[in-house]
């Protein structure tokens, strides 16, 4: 980049943010760094690709992608053609429209555990969808769950009362020994086992999912995936396709719908269909724009081979920085596998400056990189080089040697 790196118009317009909404964003891993402020771009104003542009006009190879719904690339043509035709004849309807039932056939096709289907926009209220039926189809109380599952299910944080935070147990992946405690104690009190994978330990479900799987049946718990981050991204099927690991129910958000907001609760018809008298019910649910997303996001994973460049992309990323870290000495490497692969600094502070520097140079961290189907080969590349030239200034400022 010639021009020297300036965000002058999105720091200002963080300023104004500050003064009318508390943390200036809807999403707190959208918050802008105060230690970045010569460099993060708090405001983007398109994308285009692998690509986004700030409204300084800086470009970066994006590798947040919204923080993961933008599987394919931004902008990408059938899904916004879908969604053009779509908006020509209606966004939400008075009674359901058909894509409600395309969509529904084309996920029970393809997701192991789907017999039955419903749609909300938001990963965290779908969980919370699971959840409610799993208490209900049970009738227990008791959660366990394992991994993020959206702000709705954070029972950790205040503003949420002790009696309902008490019917809930959050422990930890890879180690199915605290659950086998926990159905000890509670034997006939726990609804389900409510599971997020680790991205850095992903390969641990190997045995820990099996071992959900088995207590789960043997206490006549359910075993709910939350499949938010790897639907279609570590398989189109998720985990449990990945895995061969079947859940009774899953959420699959994000990657559905290439960016439009859609949530598909999922799986046994026999739990599914406790809505009836659970009543979950939203006005927004079914709406059209977002299912002719998923539609066509559906149609271009069929077509193309989507989860193969995920993967291919991502390796290309981490084998390349696994060399410059060798070559700089950089305490730093890629965990877990290629698609949501984790980046880890050693100490994690070191990340931050890394962000700096790459910021400057027009890439975008994350802490899990995610590749998309419009990440080229070329653009990993381009990435790469200005990871080196990130790694070689944090040296000869004597952060590593
Ligand atoms: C694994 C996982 N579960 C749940 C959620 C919550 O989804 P949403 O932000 O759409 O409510 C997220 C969001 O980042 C997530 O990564």
Not at 9 to 26: C, F, G, M, Y
Not at 143 to 172: F, K, Q
Not at 343 to 372: H, K, M
Request: some cysteine.
């Amino acid at each position: 980049m010639s021009a020297p790196h300036a965000v002058h118009k999105s720091w200002a317009l963080h300023d104004r943010a500050v003064e009318v909404i508390p943390l200036a964003t809807q999403t707190h891993s959208k918050a802008p760094r105060e230690e970045l402020r010569e460099v993060e771009p708090c405001y983007l104003a398109r994308g285009q690709g692998c690509r986004v542009f700030d409204v300084d006009g800086n470009e970066y190879i994006d590798f947040r992608n919204a923080l993961g719904p933008i599987t394919l690339g931004y902008r990408f043509p059938d899904v916004d053609d879908a969604v053009r035709r779509q908006l020509d004849s209606g966004i939400v309807f008075s009674y359901p429209h058909p894509l409600e039932v395309e969509v529904a056939e084309r996920l029970v096709e393809i997701i192991p555990c789907a017999e039955s289907v419903r749609f909300l926009k938001t990963g965290g209220e779908a969980m919370a969808a699971s959840h409610r039926l799993a208490r209900a189809f049970t009738g227990r109380d008791l959660l366990l769950t394992c991994g993020y599952h959206g702000w709705l299910n954070t029972m950790s944080r205040p503003g949420v009362p002790e009696a309902i935070r008490s019917v809930y147990s959050d422990l930890p992946w890879g180690d199915p020994a605290p659950f086998v405690e926990a159905f000890e104690r509670q034997p006939d009190g726990i609804a389900a086992v409510s599971v997020a994978c680790s991205y850095a330990d992903l390969e641990q479900g190997r045995e820990f999912l099996p071992a959900l799987r088995s207590i789960t049946q043997r206490y006549g718990a359910l075993l709910i995936y939350d499949e938010i981050v790897t639907g279609f991204r570590l398989r189109r099927g998720g985990a449990q396709e990945y895995f061969g690991v079947i859940p009774d129910l899953a959420v699959f958000a994000k990657g559905v719908s290439n960016g439009m907001p859609l949530s598909c609760y999922l799986g046994r018809r026999d739990i599914m269909q406790r809505v009836e008298d659970v009543v979950i019910s939203s006005t927004f649910g079914g709406d059209a724009l977002s299912l002719a997303a998923a539609a066509a996001t559906i149609e271009v994973y069929e077509r193309e081979d989507v989860i193969g460049t995920l993967w291919a992309r991502g390796r290309q990323l981490h084998e390349g920085f696994t060399v410059l870290c060798e070559r700089f000495g950089a305490p730093a490497r890629f965990e877990g596998v290629s698609p949501l692969g984790q980046l880890c600094f050693d100490p994690p502070e070191l990340f931050l400056r890394f962000n700096a520097e790459l910021l400057r140079r027009g890439v975008i961290p994350y802490q899990v990189c995610y590749p998309s189907f419009s990440h080229a080969e070329a653009d990993i590349d381009e990435a790469l080089a200005a990871m080196s030239e990130a790694l070689a200034a944090m040296r000869e400022d004597g952060l590593f040697d």
